[in-house]
């Protein structure tokens, strides 16, 4: 190729790249205006609670997410209490973004008010919470307590925690790796090149899944936001890490930085793309999920990888073209000096004694190991993984989760948040009967449009309606339901309670369904459950097949998904211990176990085939042994490096004070470590050299006559 075009070429590829940056940069701060953190909306279609929200508004006036305003004084509230609540009522009926306001509602006991306050369908609720809030404020009498709560309430509360995701998570995460960075190479260049190709195919991830979203292709809500940028940066990093290692071997071996980046792109290519796409089909397989949650994740997720990998098999290579020598300044290779000794009397460093470790004790090494991870699994007993409620969501301060708790103690605690039931017109004093028989259930109404509170009451004796001037709203045969709980709506007790109404309800008109904020609840942790079930094998079975394929081999790729699956259970038993025991969280949801599951299998099979396809290579030079010792010493650096730089990624997402993002940001920290330290350095290193050729089976390396 010309000197013309070996300037040319990589100038060009940042020049694209550049002009991509330009473009996708500004999306960072808009991804937020097509999220959705309503979780009705992850629901699949076939589940009832998405099927009465998609009919309620035949039954009633189409609006959105309903405020609870619950107003307290201990002793009592007085007569000018009173007034201000109904002031306040008027105020906030006055509002554009809210809809109707009920009557003042009066506990039993005098301690408390309630104001239903219920927001238009194209109010942002998170905007609308926010201002009825400062009204509330506004309003309250010395010595009286205000708070805003219910579904409405908890969306805000939901939507300020995933705020910090578009800046802080970010910050956090690009500061940490470029400390792990300068740490490791001890330049000042070369981590800013690679942290600028992470960025960069952050910025093109995030433009696709933007007008993917914004054409209702895929949904995006503050988790998948969260997680595509922490994936992003730490899959782009890892990546960069091992062609950077590739590049600075081949300046040894190459005068010129042209032919360098030829040597590094033959050795990197295969295992980074290999390890991509393996990352790419492992969060791909979340499609199989009902959840909408979990399957817009997989291709987003996909996205992220499939950008990572362009990124750093093209922008990457470009630029330490660019900068060649200088970009490892003051450490830079020079051409013609000795590589490092990886294995016999000579050989010095951490690796080096790792070896040697292994190669006398390989068979101790991997018991110890084995039984080391299996110990930590245990913790597995006591993981409570079958959902949380809604209230537990945010980590910290929650005046939805304190309004909750002061409107359950004066007023129903299924208040404002009511199931919903949608059954046969024909039967409506049966079902009324139904309803009220269940334990748990405080009261019942019937939805109807021409009521001024939208409702009428509701007997068991035939006659709903009526006296309250309106009557049951009928459409296509049907009537629309509304049960008060006693519980709160997202309490365990609210849940059963909304499964025993399932039950009771079908007796009496089997076509009926079921639905509300609880009954969300119980479709989604069923269906996570399910889901769990069903993608974690298929994972398995995928990335099992993929191992075959590219090492030619059927025991390696056995070896490598166990010591897998024993790192995921022995990092998810810590997870579960510390949950209950150090952090003394109340449960975790469905999902976690399956996110972790993977990420930690996806990438742990990332390092898998960086150690494996080097040990491979040497093995067909220098016999199996010798392979496994010397794709140690190669690889150690690197893979130790990428590991701590993907476990700072993660732990990043700590800071975003959500449950679900900090349970998944300790097990996958966690379980990347111990996949970095124990079963990449130790563990599969020690059964490979145990296994000998046996482990290459059934390879030409697995026969006797080939080449040592």
Known sequence: MSRFLRIILPALVIVVWLAIASVGGPFFGKISEVSTNDQTSFLPASADATKVQERASEFRQASGAP???????????????????????????????VQGVSPVIPSEDGDAVEIVATLTQSAD???????????????????????????????????????????????VALAAVFVILIIVYRSPLLPILVLGTATFALCASILVVWWLAKADIVTVNGQVQGILSILVIGAATDYALLYTARFREALRDHRT????????????????????????VGVLCLLLSD???????????????????????????????????????????????????????????????????????????????????????TGLVGLKADGVP???????????????????????????????????????????????GVDGVDSVVAAAKDAPSGTVPVTTSGNPGGAAGGTPTVS????????????????????????ALRTAVERVDPGAIVGGATATAVDTNDTG???????????????????????????????????????????????????????????????????????????????????????????????????????????GGVITSAGVVLAATFAALGVIPILFLVQIAFVVAFGVL???????????????????????????????????
């Open 67 to 97: 405020a609870i305003i619950v107003l307290e004084r201990d002793g009592g509230l007085t007569a000018a209490d009173q007034r201000a609540a109904t002031t306040l009522a008027q105020r906030l009926g006055d509002r554009d973004d």
């Open 125 to 171: 609720t998170g905007d609308a919470v926010e201002a009825v809030r400062a009204d509330v404020e506004d309003a309250l009498p010395s010595g009286v307590q205000g708070y805003v709560t219910g579904p409405a309430g908890f969306t805000a509360d939901l939507t300020e925690a995933f705020a910090g995701i578009d800046g802080l998570l970010l910050g």
């Open 257 to 280: 930085g042209w032919d360098a980046t030829k040597a590094a792109l033959r050795g990197s290519l295969e295992p980074i793309l290999a390890s991509g796409g393996t990352v790419i």
């Open 291 to 377: 959840l909408n949650s979990n399957k817009a994740l997989g291709p987003v997720a996909a996205i992220g990888i499939a950008f990572s990998l362009l990124a750093a098999l093209t922008l990457l290579p470009a630029l330490l073209l660019a900068f060649r020598r200088a970009a490892f300044w003051p450490l830079r290779p020079k051409y013609g000096s000795a590589h490092p000794v990886l294995t016999g009397p000579d050989a010095r460093g951490v690796w080096a004694r790792v070896g040697r470790l292994v190669a006398r004790r390989s068979r101790v090494v991997w018991i110890v190991c084995t039984v080391g991870l299996l110990a930590m699994g």
């Open 390 to 436: 809604q209230s537990d969501l945010v980590i910290g301060s929650s005046q939805a989760r304190d309004g909750q708790d002061v409107l359950a103690d004066h007023f129903p605690g299924g208040s404002g948040s009511p199931v919903q039931v949608i059954g046969a017109a024909s039967r409506t004093d049966e079902l009324a009967a139904a309803i009220t």
């Open 476 to 499: 296509r045969g049907d009537v629309l339901l509304e049960a008060t709980l006693s519980d709160p709506a997202d309490s365990d007790a609210a849940e059963q309670t909304v499964r």
């Open 529 to 635: 459950i399910r889901d769990r079930t069903l993608i974690i094998p298929v994972v398995l079975a995928v990335i099992l097949l993929i191992l075959m394929l590219l090492l030619r081999s059927i025991v390696a790729p056995l070896v490598l998904i166990g010591s897998v699956i024993v790192s995921f259970a022995a990092a998810l038993g810590v997870g579960a211990l510390v949950f209950d025991h150090v952090f003394h969280f109340p449960g975790a949801d469905p999902s976690v176990p399956l996110y972790s599951f993977v990420f930690l299998v996806a990438l742990g099979v990332d390092y898998n085939i960086f150690l494996m396809t080097r040990v491979r290579e040497e093995a067909l030079q220098h016999g199996p042994h010798e392979g496994v010792l010397r794709g140690l010493g190669v690889t």
């Open 674 to 708: 111990l996949d970095t330290i124990v079963v990449r350095s130790l563990l599969v290193p020690a059964l490979a050299y145990d296994l000998g050729r046996r482990a290459w089976w059934p390879s030409r390396l697995s026969r006797p006559a080939h080449h040592m």
